[in-house]
């Protein structure tokens, strides 16, 4: 190892770049559509709100571009994302084949606590049925430690980021009416599939989950 690897390896951590808080904010008001999709975002009336200089907020639209949260358009500016419904179909299908694969490798693999884990995240669930906003968070949180689970960062990393996409829908599948209930039944076969440690019905049952949520988002 050189001095200055070692030199690097020693060296304090610092805060994290302001643009990186300032992306994170972003992210989270266009998630809250207090700037929903199609709107144009207007960087000086931001800067001032933030208090922040508009080089950070920039670079943090930057971020949130590579993401697909945000539409660089020349001359005009930034843009919230639009999804049409071929983006919607596009991005369901891609999720759904890496977490039916991420789903089938931790019924074969995975070990009781990891088991455990994403049956008390389910019981989280169940018992989350009738409380909307709770239940999405929930959810979220079960497919991302499913994709934890399997271990397989690349698969992990495009997933979350497909799932900020999915989240610019107008139509979410779970605003649906009866697609709770339906979306917790979907998830109980896959917990059975998984505690049998069949892997090739919790992939089956996952891909059925992804259909049936883009039938509900499309509808």
């Known amino acids: 190892m050189s001095a200055a690897d070692a030199a690097t390896l020693t060296r304090p951590l610092v805060r994290r770049a302001l643009y990186e808080d300032v992306a994170e904010r972003l992210r989270q008001q266009i998630f809250a559509r207090q700037l929903p999709p199609g709107s144009w975002i207007d960087e000086q009336k931001l800067a001032v709100e933030y208090g922040i200089s508009r ?7 930057k971020v949130l571009a590579v993401e697909g949260l945000v539409t660089m358009k020349l001359g005009r500016g930034a843009y919230v994302t639009e999804m049409s419904r071929d983006d919607l179909a596009q991005v ?6 890496l977490e039916s694969d991420a ?5 074969a693999r995975a070990d009781e606590a990891q088991r455990a884990r994403l049956r008390a995240l389910h019981e989280q669930l169940e018992a989350a049925v009738d409380q909307r906003d709770a239940f999405f968070g929930l959810n979220e949180r079960w497919h991302l430690a499913l994709l934890e689970i399997a271990s397989n960062r690349w698969s992990s990393q495009l997933a979350a980021d497909l799932r900020k996409v999915m989240k610019l829908s107008r139509h979410h599948s779970l605003f649906k ?3 709770l209930a339906d979306s917790l039944a979907e998830h109980r076969a896959i917990m059975r599939a998984i505690e049998a440690r069949d892997a090739e019905g ?4 996952m891909q059925a989950h992804f259909a049936s949520g883009l039938e509900a988002a499309a509808g």
Do not use: D, M
């Open 103 to 107: 789903a089938a490798t931790v019924a």
């Open 177 to 179: 009416q009866g697609r």
């Open 55 to 61: 080089t950070p907020l920039r670079e943090a639209l």
């Open 92 to 97: 369901y299908h891609l999720l759904a084949l």
């Open 202 to 205: 919790t992939r089956r049952a």
